[in-house]
C-alpha cells in the first residue's frame, strides 16, 4: 500500500464515484460489491476502499453482509418514504435560514444555477445532455440551501438529496416527467430570491413530494 492509498482525500475520491454510479444506476439496486473488481477497477489497495465503502454504509448506500462483503442497498418504498419525509424538513429548514442570510453574491449563484438548468430541455437532448441536465439540477438545489451557514446541515441535506436522486433516476429511466418541473424551479427560485420564506419553502415542499409520489407509486406497481 502506498502512503496516497492512506490518505482521507483518496477514500472521498473513491466515494464520490462510488456515490455517483449508485446514483446513476451503474451498480444496480442490491447488487453485490466485489473488493477485488473494485480494487482494479479504482487501482487501489484495500484500505482506502473499505474506508470508502464504510463511508458509503453510514449514508445509506451500501450495506454490509454479515460482515463478509458489500452490497448496493435495495430500494424499497420504505426507505423512499423515509428519505422524502427527512429531505423536506431538512431542506424546508435549510432554505428558510437561506434567505434570511444570504447576501447578493448567494443570490446570484442560486440565478445562475437555474438558468444552466433551464438552458437543457429535458427528453429532447442525448444522452449526455441528460447527464449535464442532471448535474445541473443537484447544483441547483445545492445553491438555493448553500446561504444557511449550517455545514452539518448541508452535509445532511446533500445526503438526502442523493439518495432521492437515486430513486429519481431510476423511475425518470422507464417514465416520463409528468409536470411542468422547469416552472416549479423558477417558482421556488422567484419567492426564494424575493424573501418570501413560507411561500419558497412550500413549493419546495411539493416540489420534492410529488415527484416521491410518483416515484412511490411505481414501485408498488412495481414499475421502477
Known amino acids: 500500500m502506498t502512503k496516497a492509498d492512506s490518505t482521507p482525500t483518496l477514500a472521498s475520491s473513491i466515494a464520490a464515484m462510488l456515490r455517483e454510479r449508485i446514483a446513476h444506476g451503474e451498480f444496480a439496486p442490491g447488487a453485490k460489491l466485489r473488493l477485488d473488481e473494485l480494487r482494479t477497477m479504482f487501482g487501489v489497495s484495500l484500505s482506502p476502499l473499505r474506508e470508502a465503502l464504510s463511508r458509503l454504509c453510514a449514508e445509506g448506500f451500501v450495506a454490509t453482509e454479515d460482515q463478509r462483503g458489500y452490497r448496493v442497498v435495495p430500494v424499497s418504498q420504505n426507505n423512499l418514504d423515509e428519505v422524502i419525509r427527512l429531505r423536506v424538513q431538512f431542506e424546508s429548514y435549510a432554505l428558510r435560514e437561506a434567505i434570511i442570510k444570504g447576501d447578493d453574491v448567494w443570490e446570484g449563484e442560486v440565478l445562475a444555477a437555474l438558468h444552466r438548468l433551464n438552458k437543457i430541455e429535458r427528453g429532447r437532448v442525448d444522452v449526455q445532455g441528460v447527464s449535464q441536465w442532471e448535474q445541473f439540477h443537484s447544483v441547483f438545489h445545492r445553491r438555493l440551501i448553500s446561504a444557511c451557514g449550517m455545514p452539518?446541515?448541508?452535509h445532511f441535506c446533500e445526503t438526502l438529496h442523493d439518495l432521492n436522486d437515486r430513486y429519481r433516476r431510476i423511475f425518470l429511466s422507464d417514465n416520463p416527467i409528468d409536470r411542468d418541473v422547469r416552472q416549479e424551479h423558477v417558482d421556488i427560485c422567484t419567492a426564494t430570491l424575493e424573501r418570501r420564506p413560507?411561500?419558497?419553502?412550500?413549493?419546495?415542499?411539493?416540489?420534492?413530494?410529488?415527484?416521491g409520489a410518483n416515484v412511490l407509486k411505481a414501485l408498488g406497481d412495481g414499475k421502477a
Open 152 to 154: 452539518l446541515l448541508l
Open 198 to 211: 413560507d411561500e419558497a419553502c412550500e413549493l419546495l415542499r411539493s416540489h420534492v413530494e410529488r415527484t
